[in-house]
């Protein structure tokens, strides 16, 4: 079991920048993945930002909106995920999510979710 908890969420006028955060907890070993996904209202939930094997090796997989401006990152010693979010835009705002995937066994893979924090961009 992973518990996530995402934090560092607020309002930022477009074109700023933002660093949310979230650190997993729990049993935290061999994480297979972790990153963002965000959801807005009447919108499906898309992949943001995600590293494979952050623990092991960053293999950084950005959605095409966001490359360039977005860049996860994975602190080893405080099991925590950050995304720094730069020259944001207001169709971003969104409710971002942390997901974390942890292989159970080899064929048997568990998806953990946190609450999400909110990014608000004024235009």
């Known amino acids: 079991q992973v518990h996530l908890v995402e934090s560092g969420g607020g309002l930022v006028q477009a074109g700023g920048s933002l660093r949310i955060s979230c650190v997993a907890s729990?049993?935290?070993?061999?994480?297979?993945?972790v990153g963002w996904y965000r959801e807005a209202p009447g919108k499906r939930r898309e992949e943001v930002a995600i590293?494979?094997?952050?623990?092991?090796?960053?293999?950084?997989d950005i959605a095409d909106s966001v490359k360039g401006r977005f860049n996860p990152s994975w602190d080893n010693a405080s099991n925590t995920v950050h995304l720094q979010m730069n020259d944001l835009r207001a169709e971003e705002t969104a409710v971002y999510i942390c997901?974390?995937?942890?292989?159970?066994?080899?064929?048997?893979?568990?998806?953990?979710w946190g609450q999400g924090t909110q990014v608000t961009v004024s235009s």
């Open positions: 997901n974390a995937e942890q292989a159970i066994t080899p064929i048997s893979i568990h998806s953990y």
């Open positions: 729990g049993n935290t070993a061999d994480i297979g993945a």
């Open positions: 590293l494979r094997a952050p623990q092991r090796g960053h293999f950084p």
